[in-house]
């Protein structure tokens, strides 16, 4: 069974930092993509950052620079740090596996930046 314990998330001020964990378990972790991908009421789900098996980087450009994704493969664990926090920044945070055809999600971790 693939599972995953994301954490990081909670309410902070415009300007604030979160840093979101996933660990992952159920799978060859070093041979998925991993991302975080986010969701806001109303919105389409869309893609915060990925990091590829060999550590390869990809953001999306509302996030670069404030944003840094990086993995550790022998903790099975990709990490968010997200600095200078915006409000539409507000949205459920996801985490993603990918390999071949293989896709899995986690259930997602609220952030929430707000005065």
């Known amino acids: 069974q693939v599972q995953f314990v994301e954490s990081g998330g909670g309410l902070v001020q415009p300007g604030g930092s979160l840093r979101l964990s996933c660990v992952v378990s159920?799978?060859?972790?070093?041979?998925?993509?991993m991302g975080w991908y986010r969701q806001a009421p109303g919105e389409q789900r869309e893609l915060v950052a990925v990091i590829a098996r060999r550590g390869n980087t990809n953001y999306a450009d509302s996030v670069k620079g404030r944003f840094t994704l990086s993995r550790d493969n022998v903790k099975n664990t990709v990490n968010l740090q997200m600095n200078i926090l915006k409000p539409e920044d507000t949205a459920v945070y996801y985490c993603?596996?990918?390999?071949?055809?293989?896709?899995?999600w986690g259930h997602g971790t609220q952030v929430t930046v707000t005065v």
């Open positions: 993603n596996a990918r390999f071949d055809n293989s896709q899995y």
């Open positions: 159920g799978i060859i972790f070093r041979l998925y993509d």
